[in-house]
């Protein structure tokens, strides 16, 4: 017991003194930054002056519709709703990417690493997981043709975790880069 506490002990130090942070560090810039994102999508007198999550929306409904008529998907798109002939998906924060480019950014924004690194991650983690979840829109549009039955499970189950889980990979891969070559900084 004693020895497996030492161990432990050590692991934490060797990580302080490797220039990581602690992890109670980690999740208080984590909590705090995700705070402030929050606010800043939803907080009404900022959405008076500007509705980050309705443009972001409205830019991803539009993309995946123009994805869609290129697939011979015949459908129409305004504000957060694509319209096809035997479906309308409403696409809401959560669904848009929006908040998983929030959880993803905020986690590498508060993990030790130069600025270069942070942003050169930050950029390449929103273009993936946009890709994703624009393909992942694309997958619900044509379940909800083809397999109109399993769609609530499908979108619920498969396609949600999904995107929670090709976030943390990408995290993890941003982990990796933050930790290879170069200077590491609070």
Not at 55 to 79: E, K, P
Not at 144 to 166: K, P, S, V
């Amino acid at each position: 017991m004693a020895y497996r506490k030492r161990k432990l002990d050590k692991q934490k130090e060797g990580w302080k003194r490797d220039g990581g942070v602690s992890l109670r560090r980690f999740a208080f810039t984590y909590l705090i930054l995700m705070g402030a994102f929050f606010i800043l999508i939803g907080f009404d007198p900022i959405l008076k002056i500007i509705d980050v999550n309705g443009l972001y929306t409205q830019a991803i409904v539009a993309i995946t519709a123009r994805i869609l008529s290129a697939l011979d998907i015949a459908s129409t798109c305004q504000g957060s709703v694509i319209q096809l002939f035997s479906i309308s998906l409403d696409v809401k924060f959560g669904c848009n990417g929006l908040e998983a480019v929030m959880i993803y950014s905020v986690a590498v924004i508060s993990f030790p690493a130069s600025w270069k690194k942070k942003l050169t991650g930050i950029a390449a983690g929103f273009v993936v997981i946009q890709i994703v979840n624009i393909l992942r829109i694309v997958g619900l549009a044509y379940s909800g043709i083809h397999a109109r039955n399993l769609f609530e499970y499908i979108h619920t189950y498969i396609a949600q975790g999904m995107m929670i889980a090709i976030s943390l990979g990408i995290f993890f891969l941003y982990l990796n880069y933050a930790k290879s070559t170069g200077k590491v900084a609070s």
